[in-house]
């Protein structure tokens, strides 16, 4: 069973930068892909960047000049580095594991969920 553990969460200033991580307990499988979603309140889960296994990445779009989305060698741990976060950014940050699809930003693609970490941006 893997595992996924988010952290870095918090309370942040808007313009202000916030790194988020995921560590995983074990890999999913030989080949994976990572991913950040997110939740708001009130509002569906929406996707944030994914990296594959050959560390291709790819963003929301409205999220591209922002956010960066990273793992390392291994892939055991996952970041995202939130440049610039808006108040519009607040919500619940999860991180994802799998290989069951293709499509990296459709949360079908993944097995594995951590719990989420909560990020407000205060204005």
């Known amino acids: 069973q893997v595992q996924l553990v988010e952290s870095g969460g918090g309370l942040v200033q808007a313009g202000a930068s916030l790194r988020l991580s995921c560590a995983a307990s074990a890999r999913p499988s030989a080949h994976y892909n990572l991913a950040w979603f997110r939740q708001a309140p009130g509002k569906e889960r929406e996707f944030v960047a994914a990296i594959t296994w050959g560390s291709a990445t790819t963003y929301a779009g409205s999220l591209k000049c922002r956010f960066i989305i990273s793992s390392d060698d291994a892939k055991d741990t996952l970041f995202l580095h939130m440049n610039s976060p808006e108040p519009e950014d607040t919500s619940v940050y999860c991180c994802?594991?799998?290989?069951?699809?293709?499509?990296?930003?459709?949360?079908?693609?993944?097995?594995?969920w951590g719990q989420g970490t909560q990020v407000t941006v205060s204005s």
């Open positions: 994802a594991a799998g290989a069951s699809g293709r499509i990296v930003s459709s949360t079908g693609t993944y097995e594995y």
